[in-house]
């Protein structure tokens, strides 16, 4: 019984060592962009000026579903602007980057950049 006790007291005071020393608070991914969709979707808009709805969905292999669900977080988030308009009779729906969502996308790679350096680090 003594041992149990020891042991649980020797564990309990390393726990409180190891929160006690000042580690700096992680940083959050962005969950947003960290989705694989949308993360190809704002890295391929920031390598192009703008993209069609169909462009996307050819350069992704996606559904037009899954591409739209995806595109509409990233806009109700101002990472992207869709502009809709006709050329003749067919519709055309196109995505630009946003300042907001390029900050967004190189902080991100900052992050998943600094956790390879770690990781390798070690």
Known sequence: MAKSNTA?????ELERAVKSKAQ???VELDRLIHERV???IVSALAVRDSLTFN???ALLNTSDGNLSVHARKLEDADYVTCVKSFAGRVPK??????ALGRRALERYLDH??????ATRAR
């Open 24 to 26: 700096p608070a992680p």
């Open 8 to 12: 649980r007291i020797a564990r309990a």
């Open 112 to 117: 998943m950049e600094a956790l390879i350096r």
């Open 38 to 40: 949308r993360l190809a």
């Open 93 to 98: 729906t196109e995505y630009r980057l946003t």
């Open 55 to 57: 462009e996307l969905k």
